[in-house]
């Protein structure tokens, strides 16, 4: 490992190549035989479960149940809603037959021709359409209102390009669909969710994030206004990172979905649908980690601290052993998860490079000379500081530096991406900060689409949102000239 | 709900109509608009989620972590285990096409002839073959094993008649596959797994189950062994509830997963995988619930304690309901789910109907004599025994009786199941008992898939197990006269 570790690819050298050794030498995940679908490997799958819970949580304090919708739609449902089908119903995986037979000539299992379905179905991409075929039957009257379901799934998009975690033809998700009496009842909802998803990343992720809506090209396709969360990678793109879609009446309208409302009239219902995916995963990784290897905040770390016996023979290892059993077991009992390494076919610094490869927050080791003298050495990942300390009061020293690692992980975060905010009036300006820059533009825009797409095709950055709480400020767009009441921010993306 | 409750089809009129009209009534699943697909509603999910939780701990406490892998399953895979591809790559979704485009008739969208896949994909129905040609690359020598890994995820089965949790086409499960180094530890693992659901089964769904391995003909298609637990319906029906299966070198063989042992040799990988579903959710409802509902074991139950204030006016509603929030908000630090139901849309007897349905253990009411005399009704769901007693102490009271209650659901569950355990000596009885009693039967059989394929044509009985804690006992098969050496279990079964 320690030799491997040295195979990974300098961030500053290549970015994209230094994140995909990452998450395969970390044990992340990697390709599978499926051509665009990923393996999530256990160490990876541990760091999600760990987001899962938080999100779930989160979840539920906000009222919503979670629910789970079938795998499968039929095509037909994704023409009910015009913009939906364009945006949903091309790059997807087809069922067409559902059975296989052997093959006359012996070569192993062939389709059987007779058995083609009659609609063909659809691999979910996304679930508006059957979830809200669903709702028609569950919703009567204005007493059945509101509905706060939530599903974790996986869905499939027939993505030509894929990167692990950042795009993959399937990958795991939650998606949430809320059914509303009323319209403003709908637009808080939206607007609640998306703050959800802003929290968990900043306090668990460490991971700051603008909160805005997308321009209308740029939107969900089916939805009248998307929030979206919006975060700053070290090589200076952003990333979308959660979406939180008002879908106003398009849905269920789409699928005839009314009720009776307390006046005793008739309505159509009012929805949101909001999502995070494994996409987090390439976010967490791509905005902390460093060229040691993955820089994990706490509270999503799988292991938060890890203890290292140094020794010779085995009596030495014994007796340093029985010390730290002490101290993890203290730890345990305070939720804090630790990890004790005496494996004896490995070498110290085999160790020490593989945690930090794994992004550990915490490393403990324990020699001879700290054994006598009831010291230890600590080192916390984000910095790479190290020092020894008495082992006395080491439980409670710990319990603080993982909050103050957590915190000092944000902080970095955030002030590299306001480092990473410019403010530009002209488009020479604009293309200049692009290529020699990068990061998150501001800019003013005459929220044409014509000009977002004059943009967008010569230099590939896209707007990433109006910020809700971008000020009033009057000026020109950047390419029209055209009055604008306030900077929109632009950015190349992931 | 009082209403409709009524409606449910009594458990001796009709066992089937019965268990659908719970499952659809109780709002624990219903049937989606793709055929054998279902959609599983927010109460159903939430006592999966019970499931999970307790099984995926004690998966971590015998040393398991979750990954993840594909949906998909390349067409040929599933060719390379001889056995496999006949149980398996038949009645399945397959995949033949990567994108839909706009209908040059204008209907709606079309598959698009042009992306045709150059090899199908199958949706997973159990993932023994993509696995093992990932554990490919991650095994070289016997410091690379064991291999424990658990995935939570979808699987489909092109059923062709299906019932809600019972026998769908997609369901959710939980799959273990693990990789060794010896026989022995593999033979091992599959036994500690079944050792694991038996105590699930038992502990919290306080379900009994018979632990056995399946004949060759019942046999996992791949597997070299195949242990079950089996449990008992209150219709004397027997219910597979969970497998663990010994797949021999079968799968590395199939996949070529060698690893270098500790003696420096060349050799295959021992293999096992175990899967539960949402079946168990059919389990659950058929073997302990009644003509008023559910009946949940408390430790699976989302609510464990539901409250309703009996009143008339808002005065009288606030005192009962203020009195109710302070016994809930000590339920509540105990780790006990309450719900306090003051709807005031909903009479009384409606939500009593309401809880009995949905299995709540216990119902607490209070009214306003209660009220003046520190007292509350107390209704236990299994038994729908009531009484009056002081709200003194309630916290306590409560706690102990949701223990008996998980308790005293498997006490009448074994009871049951026990008085369903026939043995018989001759064919004659065999078939009188399965037609008039029913359960499981304990019989001789010379050990022939002829014998057994006989019984079943004739009987629709099949060897749901041979017991591992089957008595050596000298007999004869009840067909052939062979002589038999222990008794097996036949029952009809779901």
């Avoid at 500053?12 to 044990?27: F, I, R």
């Avoid at 902390?288 to 993955?294: E, T």
């Avoid at 009992?333 to 494996?343: A, E, F």
């Avoid at 905010?421 to 020699?436: C, S």
């Amino acid at each position: 490992m320690a030799k491997e570790l040295k195979d990974l690819t300098p961030r500053e050298e290549n970015y994209s190549q230094w994140y995909n050794d990452l998450v395969v030498k970390a044990g992340l995940a990697e390709n599978s035989a499926v051509r665009g679908c990923m393996v999530i490997k256990p160490y990876g799958y541990a760091i999600w479960e760990k987001m899962q819970g938080a999100l779930d949580r989160m979840f539920k304090e906000t009222g919503h149940e979670n629910a789970y919708f079938p795998v499968f739609i039929p095509k037909s449902f994704f023409s009910k809603e015009a913009h939906h089908v364009e945006g949903f119903a091309k790059e997807c995986a087809v069922v067409t037959h559902y059975r296989l037979k052997n093959d006359p000539e012996g070569k192993g299992v062939v389709v059987d021709p007779d058995a083609k379905l009659e609609e063909e179905l659809i691999v979910r991409p996304t679930s508006e359409t059957i979830i809200w075929n669903t709702y028609k039957n569950w919703i009567q009257s204005y007493r059945d209102l509101p509905i706060l379901c939530n599903q974790w799934a996986n869905v499939v998009r027939w993505e030509m390009r894929t990167r692990l975690f950042l795009r993959t033809a399937e990958f795991l998700w939650q998606e949430g669909h809320t059914a509303h009496a009323t319209k403003e009842e709908a637009l808080e909802e939206a607007k609640k969710m998306i703050g959800v998803y802003a929290e968990f990343a900043e306090k668990w992720m460490s991971l700051p994030v603008i909160v805005g809506h997308k321009s209308d090209s740029e939107r969900f396709a089916g939805a009248d206004d998307t929030l979206t969360i919006e975060a700053m990678m070290q090589d200076g793109k952003a990333l979308q990172s959660g979406t939180s879609h008002f879908l106003g009446q398009n849905f269920a309208k789409a699928f005839d979905v009314q009720f009776t409302n307390q006046e005793g009239k008739l309505d159509y219902v009012w929805a949101t649908s909001w999502g995070v995916s494994t996409r987090l995963m390439g976010a967490l990784i791509m905005a902390h980690s460093d060229n040691n290897g993955l820089v994990l905040p706490p509270k999503l770390a799988p292991i938060q601290v890890v203890m290292i016996p140094i020794y010779k023979g085995e009596e030495e290892l014994a007796r340093v052993v029985e010390r730290l059993e002490i101290i993890a077991s203290e730890l345990k009992k305070r939720g804090v998860s630790v990890k004790i390494d005496s494996r004896d076919n490995v070498r110290t610094g085999f160790k020490f490079a593989e945690y930090e490869l794994k992004g550990v927050p915490i490393r403990l080791a324990m020699g001879q000379r700290d054994f006598a003298n009831g010291t230890i050495e600590i080192m916390r990942r984000d910095t790479l500081e190290k020092e020894t300390i008495s082992q006395e009061g080491i439980e409670d020293r710990i319990e603080k530096l993982l909050d103050e690692i957590q915190q000092g992980i944000y902080e970095k975060a955030l002030k590299f991406r306001d480092s990473m905010i410019t403010r530009v009036d002209t488009y020479e300006e604009f293309k200049d900060v692009l290529d020699h820059k990068g990061g998150f533009i501001l800019a003013h825009w005459d929220g044409t689409p014509e000009t977002e797409e004059k943009i967008k095709n010569e230099t590939k950055a896209t707007i990433r949102c109006i910020p809700v709480d971008a000020p009033e400020e009057e000026g020109r767009c950047i390419i029209s000239g055209k009055p604008s009441h306030r900077r929109v921010i632009f950015a190349r993306s992931y």
